[in-house]
């Protein structure tokens, strides 16, 4: 599509061809605006600015020369889009302007769905995508669907995005004739960038067109292509931008009132405390944010589990400072693209966790989050390609009612580093972290008094940015008592003195050391083929669980991936991706813990229905497991396969229904699982929506772990047949009454229960080669006649109600509901009798309001 001068210059009437008077404010001549080209846009500078209601007919968008050249870049990349889209950049000495106009002749088939800010609808959406520092690696994203509701994220590393992050910003929306319009007002002070007399900036506008499963871009996105930010147009012509205002600041008030356990019973308390969190802009491309006596009262409550096994369960951080800018702090440990379990050297859930040594002094009463009395980051990017980030947090000592240490004062710190070259495909970057904690005779023999790592890594992208070499290097240091560190050595990460390990436990040791090495190379780029190998090790001294997450430690691993695409749309499908898997795990020492290969099969049919389906099959070969026995011998393994399947329904339709089957057998049919979730996603009346899912899962474990006893006899590690239930319903729903006002509701019932029988220990043999000849007869002291079972319940709810009052000023209106329950059996009550079980339990009840106020100075 190309458009003259002629033509710009000429005013056209028809609400859908780009309308644009003069080419600058004098008129035209030598210096008139350029007209924008396939990637490169000039902003006009404006003297008055429009008013944000969706239109154009402010007479200032008459001066704006308009960008017409999008592209459809899915399903059918390069394509003349199916309807034309044109936009406008304008901006002053404080905001930028964007108008777009999305044109569409059936105007009332545009999809627009209300729902509260920061949620993914099933709408016809419009972004504007914006690398204000021009690196080429991190900027901002604003988006709006066609209903008025905001979204926006922070992106880094080129593609990762951080939807955590909030700006202040507004926006308005219009349906007409035409089809729809979005109307952006962006001030600068959300963004960062140089101070200088001119400004150049990364800039894309992407359009989505739902009802269609069309996406709409200038410039054109590559999907064979790596990274996002990198592939931003241009916008020049940004002269004289105000230095932003350096404050920012949200004070805020909560009352609340909960119920608690005080001695033998409930009572109610209820408080008010004040806090406020604050951004202060050091200088143009550097940010100081603190939070003093946070409250998130409004977060979510963490999904229930039951985990039986040696790894501690990954719950995601939801908490508002800590997500936002996450990224930046981010610093992988074990993670490729075949696995990737979350672990790192920093998990901030770590920072205000509930107190560990309540039960160590026999305090079974369920525990509150410790209290973080504050916390600050400084992050920032500089036009060199050097971006630091810092976090420091201190809590509050917790304590029992008998004046025993729960969990110790602490400090916790965060530095990270990274360095880019070669316009951003090659990096370096260093991590550090420290926990230092005001250990006293209580918690001295249970917790570490300080815990250090460090780490460097490195990325390079090379042969046109195709192919893609990185790694890391990490280490720890663990400091404490002999007694700390002896428990930390015979804990489920390390497992030091475990029988035919060679890991020798010093229990006079006062430090635990180890390192953590990592190489990848992939093919990154490509519209049919890539691939990635990989090798990671981690000593057994290794540990990083004071500030970050690690599910074990002694490991070294080898995997590969290779992935075939089809990213074009075809008969029957939008797109599809064929992944091939292999990976294998051994101990540091060499003992083989598992091989495995997987494929599946990753389709988006034509009507948009999506489609995963695979299997892994396991153990191939001689492997062991040296975490079964919980500190006992490696047990051999057994191959096992799992199939899986999941299918979820066309998201534009009013209700969309999904299924997620997974079924696994192993040890010759004595082991198995089956899982069957479906679930189903309601709309109505563009400002309703719902989700509705149930889990039922069924396990058969003829090995599970019962417990080690030590007794006259000796040692013994006891395996059970365990059969065992889990069900569970998870509902959401939200009514949104306007983009800035919603009504959020959360419940899940959860029952999980098992009964054990056929109790036996290993045998002198537990490697055996033949599955019964690995287990033998519980010859101890203990009755082994019934080993008994459980019944786990609980019961978890809230209510959030949601008004943004003015731009970034908020009042929250929250209720939470929990319950909770475990006995020795199974019982013999159906899951209803279950749930009636449950809401027989006492409630914990906890009413809260928040109210905050934004402002900028």
Known sequence: MSITAAALVTALTAPCQPQSGPLSAN?????????????????????????????????????????????????????????????????????????????????????RLLERRDTSTPSDMVWILIDSQHDRRTGYEFGVNAAGVKADQAVYNDNSEDSAWDGIWDVATS???????????????????????????GLAIDRELYRYNERISWPMFDQSKPGMVSQFGTLTGLDGLAAPRPLEAVPYMVTKSGARIAGSRYETRSSATAGG?????????????????????????????????????????????????????????????????????????????????ASAYGDTVPQVPTTILGAAKLQGRFSNGITLSVLDAVTQRAEGPLGKTFEPSANYTVARATADFRGGRSTIGAIATAVNRSNDQWSAPYLASGAYTAGLDFRHRFLHDTYEVSGSLDGSDVRGTSAAIAALQSNPVHYFGMPGSGLRLDPEATSLTGDAEELRFGKVAGQRFQYQTSYQRRSAGFEINDLGY???????SWNTWIGLFDLRQRKYWNNLQWNNNWTQHWTTTGLALDAAFNTNLRVTTRNNWSL??????????????????????????????????????????????????????????????????????FKAAGRFSATAGLQWTRTIADNQWYGNVSDGTGLHWLHAHLDQVTAAATLRANYTF??????????????????????????????????????????????????????????????????????????????????????????????GGDVNDLFRLHPVNTFAMKVSYWFNR
């Open 738 to 831: 306007t983009p800035n006002v919603s009504l959020q509701a959360y419940v899940q019932p959860f029952v999980s229960k098992g009964t054990y029988s056929n109790l036996r220990q290993l045998s002198a043999d537990p490697r055996a080669a033949h599955y019964n000849d690995r287990y033998a007869p519980y010859t101890g002291s203990a009755d082994a006649s019934d080993p008994g079972g459980f019944n786990y319940k609980q019961f978890a709810s809230n209510l959030v109600f949601r008004w943004e009052y003015m731009p970034g000023s908020t009042l929250f209106l929250v209720w939470n509901e929990g319950r909770q329950g475990m006995t020795g059996e199974e019982g013999a009550a159906g899951y």
């Open 27 to 111: 008129g035209g001549g030598a210096h008139a605006t350029p007209l924008p080209t396939a990637n490169t846009a000039v902003a006009t500078r404006i003297s008055s600015p429009p008013a944000i209601d969706g239109r154009d007919d402010d007479s200032v968008w008459s001066t704006v020369p308009p960008i017409t050249q999008f592209r459809e870049w899915a399903p059918k990349p390069r394509q003349e889009p199916r309807f034309p889209t044109y936009a406008k950049v304008a901006y002053d000495a404080a905001n930028l302007y964007v108008f777009v106009r999305a044109c569409d002749p059936e105007p009332g088939k545009v999809i």
């Open 550 to 556: 690690l599910r074990r430690a002694d490991q070294q």
């Open 612 to 681: 995963l389906g695979g299997s892994t099959f396991g153990q191939l070969g001689a492997t062991y497991d040296d975490r079964l026995a919980h500190g006992g011998p490696a047990v051999r393994n057994d191959p096992y396969v799992a199939p899986y399947l999941n299918v979820y329904g066309d998201d534009r339709r009013a209700v969309v229904p999904g299924i997620n089957l997974t079924y696994y057998v192993g040890a010759g049919g004595r082991n198995s699982r089956l899982s069957v979730i479906p679930s189903a996603a």
């Open 277 to 357: 969190d604050v951004k202060y802009r050091m200088t143009s491309n550097l940010t100081l944010a603190a939070t003093i006596n946070p409250d998130f009262g409004e977060v979510e409550a963490d999904p229930a589990v039951l985990n039986l096994t040696t790894y501690e369960s990954f719950f995601p951080e939801q908490r508002p400072f800590f997500v936002a800018g996450r990224g930046l702090l981010r610093f992988d440990v074990n993670c490729n693209v075949v696995t990737c379990s979350n672990e790192g050297l920093y998990y901030s859930r770590r920072i205000g966790r509930a107190p560990r040594l």
């Open 175 to 201: 349906v007409d004739s035409a089809g729809w319009t979005a109307e952006f007002r962006i001030p600068l002070s959300q963004l960062r960038y140089a101070a200088a007399a001119s400004n150049t900036f």
